[in-house]
């Protein structure tokens, strides 16, 4: 990986993970990273870009990592959230709502899709009820009880894979 967009990255984690903000923009980053403008927008060409590019890195790819089912990586990427709060709360709060939603369909139905061989992109649906519980996790701040939240995923699972026997 290029050296300056791996620092961009570390920085705008390490930011991301110390306190919970308000706001952190493109000139939060020149200030944190030491970087100019100019070069970070070489590499990125939004605040969401970065963030995406950073939640990727730090939550998504090791949560990839650690699985070979679909499970697997679910329970994975809780964990990476739950190991992670105020990343995870940060990079949630800051980018827009419809970014949000959008980037939570996109991490599922792709990994739904990578181990799901009877899955097909028009029933992007399914993965809604997940995302939904992931949503409502993060919109209670992480607060509600990580087992609850499993629970929740094993049963919204638990009827992903009565649908796909159907299928």
């Keep these: 990986m290029d050296l300056t967009l791996d620092h961009l990255l570390n920085t705008t984690y390490e930011e991301l993970s110390m306190n919970k903000v308000k706001r952190f923009n493109i000139t939060d980053l020149t200030r944190a990273s030491n970087v100019a403008r100019g070069t970070i927008y070489y590499y990125f060409e939004s605040i969401e870009d970065i963030y995406m590019a950073t939640f990727k890195k730090y939550i998504l790819n090791i949560a990839i990592e650690k699985s070979d089912t679909f499970n697997k990586f679910v329970f994975n990427f809780i964990s990476q959230i739950n190991e992670n709060k105020?990343?995870?709360l940060n990079v949630y709060h800051l980018?827009?709502?419809?970014?949000r939603k959008v980037v939570l369909l996109d991490i599922f139905n792709g990994q739904l899709t990578k181990y799901k061989a009877k899955y097909n992109k028009n029933d992007n649906y399914l993965v809604s009820g997940l995302c939904f519980i992931v949503i409502y996790w993060l919109d209670h701040n992480l607060e509600l009880e990580t087992e609850l939240i499993i629970q929740e995923i094993n049963h919204y699972l638990g009827l992903l894979q009565i649908t796909f026997e159907q299928i």
């Design 95 to 99: 980018a827009a709502l419809n970014f």
């Design 86 to 88: 105020i990343f995870s």
